[in-house]
């Protein structure tokens, strides 16, 4: 089975940083990313890692965390991390990790396997 865990978030003030993380299992992917998904509004990719066919990563992010957030793998292949900085009250939302390729909005329910998330909060 799929299993996603994702942890790090919390509430801080503008400006200030987050680091996320996630641990998954029961699959072996070429891409991962990191959705969110803020109070009425749809689930977006905003960062996501691939790796092509001869090993070689490459990261893709959204114009909107673009220069502030960088995604990273661990040694375990399904282990991602999402450092944020500068964080803005626009980024508050639920944050959550999947083997999936895709930057910008995604249904949620074209994937199956989500984890709890984990929320960020980012007061002015």
């Known amino acids: 089975l799929v299993h996603l865990a994702e942890s790090g978030g919390g509430s801080v003030q503008a400006g200030e940083s987050l680091r996320l993380s996630c641990v ?7 891409c991962m990313t990191w959705f969110r998904q803020a109070p009425g509004k749809e689930r977006e990719g905003v960062a996501l890692v691939y790796t092509n066919s001869t090993g070689t ?5 959204a114009d ?3 220069g502030r957030f960088t995604i990273s793998q661990g040694k375990a292949r399904n282990t991602v991390y999402l450092q944020m900085n500068s964080l803005k009250p626009e980024d508050t939302a639920i944050y959550y990790c999947a083997p999936h390729c895709h930057i910008g909005p995604m249904r949620a329910q074209d ?5 709890q998330g984990t929320q960020v909060t980012v007061s002015s």
């Open 24 to 30: 998954g299992s029961g699959f072996r992917a070429n």
């Open 57 to 61: 990563t490459s990261t893709f992010y």
């Open 64 to 66: 909107s965390v673009k």
């Open 111 to 115: 994937f199956a396997d989500w984890g």
